[in-house]
């Protein structure tokens, strides 16, 4: 949804008032709450490609497009998912294991902006894809798409809104509060359930399984 129109969305709430509420810092707070939907919700997803693979290699930066891992793929299968924590706790030397023929069977995400294929893949030239929820960035023009899922958008208008209330503060701000910011909040955690019992790789994202194949 372009950032124009749920600029306007966020206006109407605060009865037009641009000359008090400036369009950069309502844009702000729509991009803020849009980014933390997203990771809650584990939507909307892109996909996005690390190639070729390096022989030998485990690490690898995650493509520009995407902020939050959610499932990864090599040459069309895909991996299960673990945690460095579980691969500490279950084989230590993990990380010098040789590579494998076959290449990874596991993946877990390294640091912010990084992941791990476990083990890695001997030969090099293969596919990674990558799919999970896409980087937000500030939007620079009214055209720029900000990516939200249909059901949230509600949602996130709502919140954004509310922060820019807190510059009038008072009686306005303390009733938005109790009418439309634990609303939207109850909505958010009803379509969080939902997202959960439909999507696995949102489980494995909150909640990492422990691995235990050829570890």
Known sequence: MRISDLRRLCYAKLDGDEEFHRNAEVDLWIVLHARLVARLLGKPTVRSSIQPTVPDEMFYELPQEIEVPLELWFEGR????????????VNPRWMREPSSDSGPELWFWYTTRSVCVWPADAFGGGRIDVIGVPRIPVPSSDDDDVPIAEEAVPIVVDLAAHMCLYKEGGKRLADDYRVNVKDSYERLSRLLKTSLEQDRSLIEYIRPKLVEARV
């Open 78 to 89: 895909r991996l299960s998912r673990s945690s460095r924590q579980s691969m500490d706790g």
